[in-house]
């Protein structure tokens, strides 16, 4: 179920909403809205497996890739979705994921092994990232589609490859860079990742000299979220250097557009534009501080002028997911006439691989924490300590802005007139859980828990740490079942398939 805008589904338009405590709702699906309304559930919780704690949805991947799916059915196109494993560490995701017909994007040896006892066959694992000897190694006995990334790495494959079981090829991709810009301008930016797209006719003349140890499927590239400008161009580069394999004798089937497609974290488009005209008025300081230390988040005043960009994710797309990847593959390609990514495609009857991560895991995780107890900071900022730290959220590096559901257990509350800022538990200044401002209805106090929504995609187990021997989270899954209970596991005793066997009913 695709979420809808909160702001046009509710009777009470936030045009009226109190500027000076602007809210920006999480987007959230209304399965954890559910699970969220069980408080006795998730404080028994909280309470018996520790704080913090991560709640997967593992259902919630299955339903966005057949969007996914639905995307390419409706273009006839071929190919695979390869979930891209990094940005969450669960079993149950990747178990769940395992039922479905999407392929597995590894990005180290650790996560290949996962990959393999998660349930993936190999034929549906590729492995993409820095690859050392034994990653590689691991691939080529495997006969895992390896994205390759340079020469020597290439060269490395051709080497190893005479020695794969059964004398089967290595099959590879070849992951291409700094593609000329074309018509559209952009700025060259350096990446330490693939191979600049001017060495292509010497990797063509490598694999042409290797074809009897080498299967070469196709070119591909990786943009992050957002990078629209360059992606025509890409493809494009990648489809006329596929025709001259062609020409050479070599056999590419497919090429790989990478990930980077958008998720929508806000519900509600206005509550989003607010929040970030009044995080820039308070900038300006036009009204109270809305960030720790008054930081700003990237913007700044000088000479009386907003400068600066904000250091955080737009939080709200119209189109996220699915509809933005429509969108790079409904692009019309200069060089081949204005037809589509999606039209040149089909009709060459080439394959189309994507390697979408984050959004795949919309709507896929949230992170509950118990409050330690509040307090005032030494200015006088209301702060509740949570038992956790930025780690748990990959704060430092990924800004999450959406207001926390807070569940309360304390009877006896007091008002949040001034907003509230969340502090972590290290022993460190600057343990900032979120760096600005929220405004919930009541100071979340001891004993409550606070629910970070929409944090399965780089946020709960990316950079998570025991630092200062703090616990790093737990994960369980969760589902409901036929008779709308809601039943939990621990992430790696999550078994999709024994579930629908009834055999774990
Ligand atoms: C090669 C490659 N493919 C896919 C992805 C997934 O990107 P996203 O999560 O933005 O979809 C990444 C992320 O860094 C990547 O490096």
């Known amino acids: ?106 990005s180290s040896e650790g996560e290949l092994k996962s990959a393999l006892t998660s349930g993936f066959h190999p034929d549906r694992i590729e492995a993409t990232g820095p690859k050392n000897i034994d990653y590689l190694a691991l691939c080529i006995q495997q006969n895992v589609l390896i994205n390759v990334d340079n020469f020597a790495e ?26 000329e810009p074309g018509r559209v301008k952009f700025t060259a930016q350096d990446s330490a990742f693939g191979t600049p797209v001017k060495d292509a006719p010497a990797i063509i003349d490598l694999l042409v000299e290797h074809k009897d140890t080498i299967d070469f499927h196709g070119f591909s590239f990786h943009f992050n979220a957002g990078d629209y400008i360059r992606r025509p161009p890409a493809i494009e580069a990648c489809l006329q250097l596929t025709f001259r394999c062609i020409e050479l004798g070599l056999t590419p089937s497919a090429i790989d557009i990478g990930g980077g497609y958008r998720i929508r974290y806000a519900a509600c488009q206005d509550e989003w534009n607010t929040y970030v005209e009044e995080l820039k008025a308070s900038v300006l300081g036009n009204r109270d501080s ?87 900071s030494i200015l006088g900022q209301q702060l509740s300590v949570l038992d956790m730290n930025r780690t748990n959220l990959n704060s430092t590096q990924l800004k999450l802005m959406t207001d926390p559901v807070v569940i309360y257990r304390n009877l006896d509350r007091k008002p949040a007139d001034k907003g509230v800022m969340y502090v972590g538990n290290l022993c460190l200044t600057h343990d900032m859980i979120q760096y600005h401002k929220t405004f919930p209805e009541f100071v979340p106090q001891t004993g409550d828990a606070v629910a970070f929504i929409n944090t399965a995609a780089y946020q709960m187990d990316f950079a998570e740490a025991h630092v200062l021997e703090q616990a790093i989270a737990k994960k369980i899954a969760v589902i409901e079942d036929e008779n709308g209970a809601l039943r939990w596991f621990l992430d790696e005793l999550y078994n999709p398939m024994a579930i629908a066997g009834g055999i774990k009913p």
């Open 154 to 179: 290439l060269k490395q494959i051709v080497r190893m490859a005479s020695y794969s079981p059964k004398g089967r090829k290595a099959r590879i991709l070849m992951r291409l860079d700094g593609f």
């Open 290 to 376: 809305l960030t720790w230390n008054d930081s700003g988040l990237g913007y700044y005043r000088e000479d009386g002028v907003l400068k600066g960009a904000p250091n955080f994710m737009e939080h709200y797309h119209k189109n996220d997911g699915h509809e933005d990847f429509a969108s790079v593959i409904d692009t019309p390609l200069p060089a081949f006439d204005g037809y589509s990514t999606a039209r040149i495609v089909s009709d060459n009857m080439f394959e189309l691989h994507i390697e979408p991560g984050r959004a795949l895991l919309d709507q896929c995780g949230i992170t509950l924490a118990h409050v330690n107890f509040d307090k005032q």
């Open 1 to 106: 179920m695709k979420i809808a805008d909160q702001c046009l589904a509710d009777d009470l338009s936030t045009q009226a909403a109190d500027r000076s405590r602007p809210k920006v709702r999480p987007a959230m699906h209304p399965a954890i809205e559910r699970f969220l309304s069980d408080e006795k559930l998730v404080f028994s919780l909280v309470d018996g497996l520790g704080s913090p704690l991560n709640v997967i949805f593992p259902r919630q991947i299955e339903e966005t890739i057949g969007r996914f799916e639905r995307v390419y059915k409706d273009r006839q196109l071929q190919g695979t979705i390869f979930y891209t494993s990094k940005p969450n560490k669960s079993h149950a995701l990747k178990k769940q994921a395992s039922t479905t017909k999407v392929g597995l994007d590894v």
